[in-house]
T-cell receptor
Framework: TQLLEQSPQFLSIQEGENLTVYCNSS?????LQWYRQEPGEGPVLLVT?????EVKKLKRLTFQFGDARKDSSLHITAAQPGDTGLYLC??????????FGQGTELSVKP | GAVVSQHPSWVICKSGTSVKIECRSL??????MFWYRQFPKQSLMLMAT?????????EQGVEKDKFLINHASLTLSTLTVTSAHPEDSSFYIC??????????????FGPGTRLTVL
């Protein structure tokens, strides 16, 4: 069974601080997606990474896919209150399903 | 592009009744749609994979007779919660995977349906 361990599960920081969220697995994934979800809404896709070692940037967010395609990280620089939300990583397997991590509840206080 | 809608956005029903939730891909065709369930402060749990024109594939522990899935067209999948009970109260989210194109490995999510069973 493929599992994605996401950490930390909860993170409360002050505006302006940096943070990193990790997703780790013993399995290889064909792709890795990161989503952000607001309460009462569906997840919104932030990025998809597919190549081992790949790094993608989205404004203050930096996403990295591990060389072996088993792990990924999301780094946010100078966090803002608008970054508050649930961040989810999800690994794509060969069957086309997404395996979700447990999620990281981020709270950025002004 | 890649918009997925769900209807209704929320529903309250009495115990023992059945509730149907629709999932539509508005601007693309989706051979495959997925149904997830999410409890408060938790991640998404895959319930079943819905394939157009064929039977759905259910994850282990999900009762196929309780959660009926129909994927009648390339843009519509429905989930019917039969004989709903309070423990079925949850946030149900669907996603759709494009039939072709660069985003074929991605899933685009609907806004979710909040089901409350009294």
């Amino acid at each position: 069974t493929q599992l994605l361990e996401q950490s930390p599960q909860f993170l409360s920081i002050q505006e302006g601080e940096n943070l990193t969220v990790y997703c780790n697995s013993s399995s290889v994934f064909s792709s890795l997606q990161w989503y952000r979800q607001e309460p009462g809404e569906g997840p919104v896709l932030l990025v998809t990474v597919v190549t081992g070692g790949e790094v993608k940037k989205l404004k203050r967010l930096t996403f990295q896919f591990g060389d072996a395609r088993k792990d990924s990280s999301l780094h946010i620089t100078a966090a803002q209150p608008g970054d508050t939300g649930l961040y989810l990583c999800a690994g794509g397997n060969q069957g086309g399903k997404l395996i979700f991590g447990q999620g990281t509840e981020l709270s950025v206080k002004p | 592009g890649a918009v997925v809608s769900q209807h209704p956005s929320w529903v309250i029903c009495k115990s023992g009744t059945s509730v149907k939730i629709e999932c539509r891909s508005l601007d693309f065709q989706a051979t495959t749609m997925f149904w997830y369930r999410q409890f408060p402060k938790q991640s998404l749990m895959l319930m079943a994979t819905s394939n157009e024109g064929s039977k759905a594939t259910y994850e282990q522990g999900v009762e196929k007779d309780k959660f009926l899935i129909n994927h009648a067209s390339l843009t519509l999948s429905t989930l019917t919660v039969t004989s709903a009970h309070p423990e079925d109260s949850s946030f149900y989210i669907c996603s759709a995977r494009p039939q072709s194109g660069l985003a074929v490995r991605e899933q685009f999510f609907g806004p979710g349906t909040r089901l409350t069973v009294l």
